[in-house]
């Protein structure tokens, strides 16, 4: 059974750094494509970021620059280092498996609430 | 970019009326098109991958068509654990970004 767990949400004051955790079981992060996906409060989905198996890295245009994606092989986990945070990144960050070519986000994990307020 | 747009935003229907949103990209993208359901308080959860097929689980209740640019979903009859938010994705743009649609409440 393929499981996704998210961790390393909180509150956070405007201009700081966090990094989320999406810790897999059941499925290889190194094998697969993988995303972040946002949710704002009471708002509808946006696409963050995807990493590829090749290790192909992308982002979307809010977060260029300030976000970066990787994974760790050795502990089956994806990871978002999210820098220079602002009030608009507050949202619930999932992690999902997918996010390539035709590809659709098929295993997500429960998400994790990032808070950036001062 | 591609954007994806959903209606209606809000739909108000009754337990067993069939049921249809649409999905319009503002660019061809083949059938690469997905469907997922939020349910409040959780994760989104994938229905329907390459406009119509649908994930295993999935009741048959649930249908996709179309290809291009006209993307739809229907339930044929309406229940009440249907509750929820509908979003289309597009997954045509290579490499990214694979834009969500603004999603579909649905209400019972």
């Known amino acids: 059974e393929v499981q996704l767990v998210e961790s390393g949400g909180g509150l956070i004051q405007p201009g700081g750094s966090l990094r989320l955790s999406c810790a897999a079981s059941?499925?290889?992060?190194?094998?697969?494509?993988m995303s972040w996906v946002r949710q704002a409060p009471g708002q509808g989905l946006q696409w963050v970021s995807v990493i590829y198996n090749d290790g192909s890295t992308y982002y979307a245009d809010p977060v260029k620059g300030r976000f970066t994606i990787s994974r760790d092989n050795s502990k089956n986990t994806l990871f978002l280092q999210m820098n220079s945070l602002r009030a608009e990144d507050t949202a619930v960050y999932y992690c999902a498996r997918g996010g390539g070519w035709g590809s659709a986000l098929d295993y997500w994990g429960q998400g994790t609430l990032v808070t950036v307020s001062s | 970019d591609i954007q994806m747009t959903q209606s209606p935003s809000t739909l108000s229907a009754s337990v067993g009326d069939r049921v249809t949103i649409t999905c319009r990209a503002s660019q061809s993208i083949s059938n690469y098109l997905s469907w997922y359901q939020q349910k409040p308080g959780k994760a989104p959860k994938l229905l329907i991958n390459a406009a119509s097929s649908l994930q295993s689980g999935v009741p048959s209740r649930f249908s996709g068509r179309g290809s291009g640019t006209d993307f739809t979903l229907t339930i044929s009859s309406l229940q009440p654990e249907d509750l929820a938010t509908y979003y289309c994705q597009q997954s045509y743009s290579n490499p990214s970004p694979h834009t969500f649609g603004g999603g579909t409440k649905v209400e019972i």
């Open positions: 059941g499925l290889t992060v190194n094998d697969n494509y």
